[in-house]
């Protein structure tokens, strides 16, 4: 994030000024009966399929509302528009956008419809819920599915080799030592592409939360630092650690995610820290991918608390300017709904579980999404901190690559992290920075 969560007097005014004028309110429908939506959406391709799948399956069921789709980029470009829209009461009936701590910035409790209670969420998983939620009060349906941050591996090398997906760090590290003994790069580095470099740290959360259940909140209060505190020091020990034993394949400081992707998928590299959504595009060129990559979450210390950090879906919201609110929320219960779950199937291959209970993965949804599945369906996940937490430093990326190139010792990296963070938590105005 690079816009602070504070919002002008005047802006705050105009958001007033129109919650009071068209809270709650309904238009007339035209003279033929019918109600148009319309439908703001990021322009990425899966966004789009999705969007558009979700919306013809809706007006086939519901004749007498018309739903117009619109596009915005994506990135911060799109979090300016998504602001200044809602702050000039000119946001589309629906719109979708990021949950999680990006959604703070938008100040939903002024300028959302308030939907806590409300039968739109009756399918909805309730520990979605407080990724859509600002001071307890809901806005949000989820888009889309969640996606996994951890371990995509082989199981083709895992079969070969009769390993075992590992229950511990320890674990872990030993089947390292029998995949680089039989001649395959036990995991794969991909720092060309800074950001890929940041899932051990990132994927870790699962194992952070399990440790200490209070670290979000402490981390956002500015009373817990990562350098300080084991459990979230891990991720990058890890990184040191895979560096210090010589586990990654030659030239991982200059791959490339595509890359990394394909030696995963060919069996060249066994394992590679990374987000399940990498793979769906992938299966067209090499259908493999569906089947011979699985996912595992990072483990921790203790078997017993194995589990994953999931990605959460982004969330669909109702401005409080729409003048369509009765339609709009017809339209987010349909697609918080196991019929909204199959028409999204049908248009883009699941990268991992529905937030929806009732909904199913296809038959031949990925193994990697089928895996994911098992943890959600267990509760053994947590999501990643950026969805608790609105703390997050932009140079994280090249932090862990120094420390995953052995150029940084872990315990210092944690600590130019938690340095990292504060200037964006001033900018925030956060209690105790």
């Keep these: 994030m690079k816009t602070s969560h504070r919002m002008t007097g005047a802006a705050l005014a105009v958001l007033a000024m129109a919650a009071l004028t068209s809270c709650g309110s309904s238009s007339e429908p035209a003279a033929d009966g019918t109600t148009t939506l319309k439908f703001l959406v990021d322009n990425s391709q899966a966004t789009v399929d999705t969007a558009k799948a979700l919306a013809d399956a809706f007006m086939q069921a519901n004749p007498t509302i018309k739903i117009e789709t619109e596009t915005r980029p994506g990135g911060s470009e799109g979090d300016n528009i998504v602001k200044t829209r809602l702050s000039t009461g000119d946001m589309s009936d629906v719109f979708w956008y990021n949950s999680g701590s990006l959604l703070q910035a938008l100040n939903p409790s002024q300028t959302m419809v308030d939907l806590t209670g409300d039968p739109v969420l009756q399918h909805v998983q309730k520990d979605f819920l407080p990724v859509v939620s600002q001071d307890g009060k809901v806005y ?4 889309g599915t969640a996606m996994g941050g951890g371990i995509l591996y082989n199981r083709k090398v895992y079969e070969q080799l009769k390993l075992e997906v590992p229950k511990t760090w320890a674990d872990f590290m030993a089947n390292n030592d029998k995949i680089k003994a039989a001649g395959i790069a036990p995991v794969i580095g991909t720092f060309k592409d800074t950001w890929t470099s940041q899932l051990f740290v990132l994927g870790d959360y699962y194992n952070v939360q399990a440790a200490v259940p209070s670290f979000a909140q402490d981390y956002t209060a500015n009373k817990s630092k990562f350098a300080a ?62 089947t011979d990559v699985g996912f595992f979450g990072i483990p921790g210390t203790d078997a017993a608390k194995n589990g994953a950090t999931i990605w959460e879906p982004a969330g669909i919201y109702i401005p409080k300017t729409s003048e369509n609110v009765d339609a709009a929320k017809k339209f987010l219960a349909f697609i918080a709904s196991p019929a909204g779950a199959e028409a999204t199937n049908k248009a883009v291959q699941p990268a991992g579980p529905f937030r929806i209970t009732g909904a199913k993965l296809p038959e031949d949804a990925i193994q990697v999404a089928k895996d994911l599945q098992v943890y959600v369906d267990e509760g053994r996940t947590a999501p990643a901190l950026e969805f608790v937490s609105p703390v997050k430093g932009p140079s994280l990326e090249q932090i862990t690559v120094a420390v995953g190139s052995g150029l940084t010792p872990p315990a210092e990296g944690a600590a130019q992290y938690d340095k990292d963070v504060e200037k964006q938590a001033k900018q925030l105005g956060l209690a105790g920075w």
């Design 140 to 143: 949000g349906v989820p888009a």
């Design 229 to 290: 505190t084991p459990a979230a020091r891990a991720g990058f020990d890890h990184l040191a650690e895979v560096h210090a034993k010589g586990y990654m394949q030659e030239g991982f400081g200059s791959a490339t995610n595509d890359q990394g992707m394909k030696m995963l998928v060919e069996g060249k590299g066994a394992h590679y820290p990374m987000l399940s959504a990498q793979l769906p595009p992938l299966v067209a060129t090499m259908p493999q991918a569906a």
